[in-house]
């Protein structure tokens, strides 16, 4: 069944095996003995399968397996060794049934024997029970071959002759190879004996020939998540360094998505701000040409339905705001109006009539609260106001009165006019014809169901000797450009942040696997190729970012009302919230994984690279 075929060995071009040779029978003892450094070790590493760094040839069933070491030690081979090697991080059962987590495996009653062990702690086992669990270990892969280096090395003489016993009734059914210094022990249950000096074979003595029992065919089953159990097993071997990787990453991603969700929102107030400055519905236009508009071309947009009010614009005639006062102007005694010329056709009336005059006038609820300051708002209805007009030197006013009060609150303080009402007022105030007045700007206030810039498209198409613009645009635009400018900078500042956290998890895992290298190769001897090594190291870096986000995600929503409860308080202003934003949320997770994919590339090259023997040796 398994056969060797002239292996050489060479450490350092040291000859450590020289042209071995041997032949193994299907299934009993066979023990290799000779002094210490002879190359017994050595010898079953390379019949192991996990040493591939050896001239000559491995024949399995009459083929070479030389090429296809790792799968033919997944499916044939199985170990006790001499310190037994288990895994201290793993419970109890996992080391038993390790074989199990890559390969399926018959399903198995031996576990009954660990009653007594099921309390215990992986440390505060016994040699003797350390080497019971190796044993069973061992033979829960059913291998056609149990390798043993020492088996009984480091126990009493009774546990000894007990599990050379057990060993015994094993090689029934498989190939036991014993490597053994127990002289005594060897020739009493050996059937085959080959002696070794120097890296030769000196002898070679068949005792026995049994027969090999056939193995029934059993139904068999794998460990479901295997690789994330094991992961998982190593995160919770390490917890606190694990939580200090969780919680530092928790602290980087809270620290962008806080960043990009603080500058976002802001930017969205300032905008805000903005259009309730300047009406987003409005638009400004004026000939390519820079000619005068006059009324008659602005009353042309009027007849649009999209379009509520097409204002003329006279810039000139600088509002200066009103006051109670008329006889003189008083800058102190004058409300400061900002914009004299939006409509007024889709809003409510708090009190009072619509202007039917051009001299009367509606203000916004918060310019009356503002004028009538303690005394009741119905007291304004009816009041005389003046408002103040500076045209070159000459300032002047016009006798408004207030007939209404709308039910909305303005940013600046604001008063409603009819359609060209203050300029018919001006034109017998300052004394000219409005039939020959001309402005260069018109402005024109977009129905609040129709999209601005559908409606600049539509002006655009029918007048093309005009140009139109939106109000408040470009302000807006410089807002977003200068806040995209502020959080780029923050941007880079918080992926410095989330970049040197992964690069810590990547090196924290690689010095995790420095450190359980050996526990990695204990895997591979028991059914794990490189592949499965490198799941676990992966599971157990992504589950540190998931929980960092499921972290940080708590941590974020908490700190959004927190925040909201602050500005709330200090602001006494709730029209201004912080909106949680899902998107960025989902950009700055899928980017902590590419990044963790990135961090973990030197801990899986040295996986790559990892070599078995001497990671055993730890
Ligand atoms: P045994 O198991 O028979 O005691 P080993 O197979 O462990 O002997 O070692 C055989 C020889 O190979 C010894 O001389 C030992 O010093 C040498 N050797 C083993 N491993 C290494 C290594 N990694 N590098 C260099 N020499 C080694
Ligand atoms: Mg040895």
Known sequence: MLEL???VKRYDYQKVLDDINMVFPECGIVSIIGPSGCGKSTLLNIIGGIDD??????????????????????????FIFQQF???????????????QFFHPQEKQKILLDLDDLKQAKMKDLSLGQRQRLAYLRSRYHLSDILLC??????????????????????????????????????????????????????????IDNPMKHMN???????????????????????????????????????????TLTLSTNLEQELINYVY???????????????????????????????????????????????????????????????????????????????????????????????????????????????GWYQHGLNVKAIEYKVVGITNQSTTLDTIYTMKHAYIYLLSSVYDFDVSNVSASLGIIYVNKDSDRSNVIEQLENDYPSFQFKEVGASTAQSISDTMNQVRMILLIFSFLAILSSLFLIGEVMFLNIVQKKKDLAIMKCFGANTFDIVRIVLYESLEIVLLAQIFSTILYFNCISLLNNIVSGVLLNDSFTFKIDFRILVIVYI????????????PLLYILRLNTVNALKE
């Open 85 to 99: 090697h288990l895994n201290m991080w793993l419970s109890i059962k996992e080391n038993v049934a390790l074989p």
């Open 216 to 258: 029934k065919p059993k139904t068999t089953s794998k460990i479901h998540f295997s690789h994330l159990r094991l992961s998982m097993s190593s995160f919770m071997s390490h917890k606190s360094r694990s939580f200090q990787l969780v919680f530092g990453l928790c602290v980087s991603l809270l620290c962008i998505v806080f």
């Open 5 to 7: 075929k002239h292996i």
């Open 591 to 602: 980017l902590s994984y590419i990044l963790i994919f990135i961090s973990q590339i030197p």
């Open 276 to 386: 309730s400055l300047v009406p987003a519905s409005s638009i400004s236009f004026q000939t390519s040409n820079h000619e005068s508009l006059t009324l008659d071309i602005i009353d042309q947009f009027n007849d649009y339905s999209t379009i509520i009010k097409a204002e003329m614009y006279l810039d000139d005639y600088e509002f200066l705001g009103i006051s109670f006062k008329g006889e003189r102007y008083q800058e102190s005694n004058t409300l400061f109006i900002g914009d004299d010329t939006s409509p007024y056709d889709d809003l409510a009336l708090e009190i009072g009539t619509y202007p039917t005059q051009n001299y009367e006038i509606l203000v916004s609820l918060s310019t009356a609260k503002y004028l009538c300051q303690d005394s009741d708002l119905s007291e304004l209805i009816g009041k005389k106001v003046y």
């Open 53 to 78: 760094d050896f001239q000559g040839d491995i024949l399995f069933n009459n083929k070479s397996v030389k090429k296809h070491l790792a799968s033919y030690r997944r499916k044939h081979v199985s």
């Open 149 to 206: 280096d020492e088996p009984t090395g480091s126990l009493d003489p009774d546990h000894s002759d007990q599990v050379m016993q057990l060993l015994k009734e094993e090689s029934r059914n498989r190939l036991v190879i014993l490597v053994s210094h127990n002289q005594q022990l060897v020739e009493k249950y050996s059937d085959e004996i080959y002696e070794m000096k120097d890296g030769y074979i000196i002898h070679h003595q068949v």
